[in-house]
């Protein structure tokens, strides 16, 4: 299968995969459980959601490796298995795409605020990432996609650490903005405009956002940043806010077909790779790949 | 006062230097703490509150100010004790059972400490019962609930049965904010309050502790 940057550049529109919390809560995990204790404890779970995805028609899924910072593990005791958790998590979603999908694999933030914020090292933060980037890669990653990330100094490091770990591997860099009167920042701070600037500079070879929005949001969020860049643009919505469900569950208010109708918009907004967050699933994905489709035979 | 004026700029600009001298320079001018505190330090973090509601700053400044709050907090908290200065109220706050995220919690925290209520503040991963519990021990008014992950929401509803349960509505109000969390949430749930963000959890939760 072609390199995402290779069919990027041939104008290629892609779908990725849509949330993976969600769908893990929906297969018993316990709230506030670490998910990536999926990775080493049920990977039939992960791969049965992955496959879903691939057969949903994403050309993108994700491996479960979104809280595999050392940092992050260490609050459940597992970063000494860091290494091996991160690899775990490629292999089972390889297996599930099966050659028909390329693989990336998920880097968050590591839930430290860096100093003088907070009291995290950026050289702890960024040798986590390495870390990540080097288990990832060695188990087949396609590609490394960094998402979440509220404050631009700890996403410039995980690109960096991306890269370090080889040069060569695509890094997709979105971060998670909120509407202010003032127009989009992340909590910390960072303005679209900023992000453009120092995801493009830090070496990230797609930029975009994801999480903390519905789809209307990403829609402005995708033009601003079509203004700001020519990198390739990645958007993942939310399916809206969550609203309490029966029984303690939760759901969410976009439907598929409700958030397929603003498909268009995105692609005619300049973005090159459609997929969804929180809330989503293979459903969604299924709805936006139709979606993609037919824009292009209308175009 | 002009030095308290002083010291509610430098608190904004996040200097913790500079509100220490400040707060021992207005006390050596004969203020009382009292002064200090009310018109110094609680006014400086009600600016920087409102700023940040209006975004015109973000998260960063407002842990700096944050900083330069406690560092003058320092000064006047031996003499405080002294004055006997009652507090506005008690607010327990914790991010629920299996959050492990604590910046937006200690935001709010610092927020309400900053506007004068006396805070306990349980940490993250926090169970439905000892929230209850502290909230019983302490004779807390208010049960303030933080959740980031959407995994983790559902144990608000939770917080909010176990009140119930022990025979503390209405004696113990819950409060709840965090990224995914919304006002439909809080209603759906039956959470007495919403905080959009740290400046209004602080306006709800005075608002609250008034009672109805």
């Known amino acids: 299968m072609e390199g995402i940057l ?4 041939s104008g290629e529109v892609l779908v990725c995969d849509g949330g993976m919390g969600t769908m893990l809560m929906e297969r018993g995990l316990p709230p506030g459980a670490c998910p990536e204790s999926f990775n080493l ?6 791969e049965d959601i992955a496959r879903q995805y691939v057969d949903a028609g994403a050309d993108i899924i994700t491996a479960n490796t979104f809280g595999g910072s050392p940092l992050k593990l260490a609050l459940f005791g597992l970063a000494d298995r860091a290494a091996e958790i991160n690899a775990r998590a490629v292999e089972v979603a390889r297996k599930a795409a099966g050659g028909r999908a390329c693989v990336g694999a998920s880097l968050g933030p590591s839930g430290k605020l860096l100093k003088p914020y907070g009291d995290a090292d950026p050289e702890e933060v960024y040798a986590g990432y390495e870390l990540q980037a080097r288990a990832v890669i060695g188990a087949g990653a396609d590609a490394i996609l960094m998402e979440t990330m509220i404050d631009l100094a700890e996403a410039v490091l995980a690109v960096k650490a991306a890269k370090a770990a080889s040069p060569a591997i695509p890094v997709t860099a979105t971060m998670t903005f909120d509407r202010t009167p003032r127009g989009f920042f992340t909590i910390m701070g960072v303005s679209v405009e900023k992000a453009c600037a120092g995801l493009a500079e830090a070496g990230a070879d797609v930029i975009g956002s994801n999480c903390g929005n519905g789809i209307e949001a990403m829609v402005e969020i995708a033009r601003e940043m079509r203004g700001l860049s020519r990198l390739p643009l990645l958007i993942q919505p939310n399916a809206g806010l969550p609203q309490s469900g029966p029984g303690g569950t939760l759901s969410y208010p976009e439907t598929p077909a409700f958030m397929a109708g603003r498909v268009g918009a995105l692609l005619e907004a300049g973005v090159s790779i459609i997929g969804g967050c929180c809330g989503t699933t293979p459903e969604h994905i299924r709805a936006f790949r139709g979606a993609v489709g037919e824009h292009l035979r209308g175009a | 006062m002009e030095i308290l004026s002083h010291i509610r700029e430098t ?31 609680v006014a400086g973090m009600g600016a920087v509150g409102e700023k940040f509601k209006c975004h015109d700053i973000f998260l960063p400044e407002v842990l700096l100010a944050a900083r330069a709050m406690y560092a003058g907090m320092d000064v006047l908290q031996p003499l405080l004790a002294g004055e006997g200065v009652p507090a506005l109220g008690k607010v327990v706050i914790g991010t629920v059972q299996g959050d492990l995220h604590d910046i937006g919690k200690n935001l ?23 929230f209850v519990e502290a909230a019983e021990r302490e004779r ?16 608000m509803g939770k917080v909010v049965e176990a ?25 759906q749930i039956g959470a007495d309050s919403y905080g959009y963000d740290a400046a209004s959890a602080v306006e709800r939760v005075r608002a609250l502790l008034k009672g109805p």
Do not use: N, Y
Request: negative net charge.
């Open chain 2, 163 to 187: 009140v119930r349960s022990r025979g503390l509505a209405g004696s113990v109000r819950v409060i709840i904010g965090g990224a995914p969390v919304s006002e439909q949430f809080a209603r």
């Open chain 2, 11 to 41: 608190l904004l600009q996040g200097d913790d230097d500079g509100v220490r001298d400040l707060t021992r320079t207005a006390l050596a001018a004969g203020l009382t703490a009292r002064t200090v505190l009310d018109e110094g330090l």
């Open chain 1, 6 to 9: 290779t069919r990027l550049a």
């Open chain 2, 108 to 130: 709010v925290g610092i927020m309400l400490k900053g506007a004068g209520f006396e805070v306990i503040d349980l940490g993250h991963d926090v169970s439905p019962e000892k």
């Open chain 1, 41 to 46: 404890e049920q990977p039939q779970v992960l």
């Open chain 2, 140 to 155: 807390a008014g208010v049960i303030g609930l933080s959740a980031l992950l959407t995994t983790t929401m559902p144990v």
